[in-house]
């Protein structure tokens, strides 16, 4: 990297230190009895550099995440929530919906979430975006790779006694973007004319010997060392009515480089660790697709199928009496179609005014094998700022 791109780095880095103040999450603007409006916002703005990409090194700055959202209930038992991503989504200058739901918390143990939710797979997906130890989720929390986005449908989670054990199940409808590069879910409620329109199903347990743990990475130096264990699976099934990449007379694919997924089932074992600075989470998924053209070969598919093997650990250690965070992440994903695994060794340095209501994060992440090409390597830096409220 030229001389002149480290300078703007740190320059940049030093810009964003300087302009931050804490502030709290979530502010609730109305308040009387039973009724109640809450508002917040998300805020996450990223440099990003890519070393090579395809010939050239780019670098681009932008909102990563542009999230307002308002929420509230005019009852004791009922809440409700819209949120919206004017940030990077689909495309340029697109309005992503994200979460978009009403919640029954009527029951002492147990939540009915109704609308547009997080489908109750992937321990990486399930943590927020403003909580990750790195810039970016990994291949196991990545919607392009065979983990569900959200689902549009119903949504009920629970524990017992103790919240040593909690769980969840979740049946919903769930879009697939045909690119046979990626194993792409989305949800219906930012739909695409060419999506395949499908039906899923999750399922969760998450067990907590020592205690609960959340999902949240980084660990504030609380005094106890906690641990959880989880088992997640889930199905996915094209109902047929949006395959517009086959031939409806030969069954076969229309394009090159898109085709119709048929059906897709996964498996999670997943475990983390939290407790006096230290962070540690390992997640294994098991992701198999099978294509409406039994005949494809390409992307990650071979004759019409796939299986995807995604791996990660991810760890980090936080300072007692400084608001730095050291962190490090392997991760590799490999495909029926790939030449070789596609491998990724992150290493990064978080830094906190307000714990993650406020920090600067700063990754670089070292690519081998990009989409399964042997020898495409690409190294990226991610240099990230949030605020949240």
């Not at 090159?256 to 897709?264: E, F, V, W």
């Amino acid at each position: 990297m030229r001389a002149s791109r480290w300078i703007g780095l740190f320059g940049a880095t030093g810009l964003v230190l300087g302009i931050c103040s804490p502030a709290s999450a979530g502010v609730v603007v109305y308040e009387e009895g039973d009724k109640k409006i809450e508002i917040g916002a998300r805020i996450q703005l990223q440099y990003l550099y890519t070393d090579p990409s395809s010939s050239d090194a780019e670098d681009e700055i932008f909102f990563r995440r542009l999230r307002p959202y308002i929420a509230g209930t005019v009852s004791e038992k009922w809440w409700g929530k819209i949120q919206f991503d004017f940030g990077k989504s689909l495309d340029e200058n697109e309005v992503a919906v994200k979460d978009a739901y009403v919640q029954y918390k009527g029951w002492e143990k147990m939540t009915l979430t109704i609308g547009n939710s997080k489908t109750p797979f992937s321990r990486e997906f399930l943590t927020s975006s403003k909580r990750q130890q790195t810039v970016e989720r990994g291949f196991v929390g990545d919607h392009n790779f065979g983990t569900p986005d959200c689902q549009l449908g119903l949504k009920l989670e629970g524990q017992n006694d103790s919240k040593k054990l909690t769980w969840a199940v979740a049946a919903g409808a769930e879009q697939h973007d045909p690119d046979i590069r990626r194993m792409d879910f989305d949800s219906p409620a930012n739909n695409a004319e060419d999506w395949n329109q499908g039906l899923v199903v999750a399922g969760r347990l998450d067990f907590h010997p020592q205690g609960f743990v959340k999902f949240d990475q980084g660990d504030f130096h609380s005094d106890e060392v906690k641990y959880s264990f989880s088992l997640a699976a889930f199905s996915w099934s094209n109902d047929g009515d949006n395959n517009t990449r086959t031939d409806p007379a030969t069954g076969l694919s229309t394009s090159g480089s898109k085709a119709d997924l048929d059906s897709a089932e996964g498996l999670e074992v997943s475990a983390g660790l939290r407790g006096r600075g230290v962070s540690v989470d390992a997640e294994y998924h098991l992701i198999s697709g099978d294509t409406v053209d039994p005949t494809l070969t390409g992307g990650l598919y071979k004759n019409g199928t796939t299986d995807l093997d995604k791996f990660q650990i991810e760890g980090g250690y936080m300072f007692k009496e400084s608001p730095f965070e050291f962190v490090g992440k392997w991760e590799m994903l490999d495909a029926d179609n790939y030449q070789d695994a596609w491998e990724a060794t992150e290493v990064g340095v978080n830094y906190f005014w307000n714990g993650h209501k406020v920090k600067v994060q700063l990754t670089y992440r070292m690519g081998e094998n990009v989409f399964g090409v042997r020898g495409d390597d690409r190294d990226n830096i991610f240099l990230q700022w949030q605020f949240v409220f």
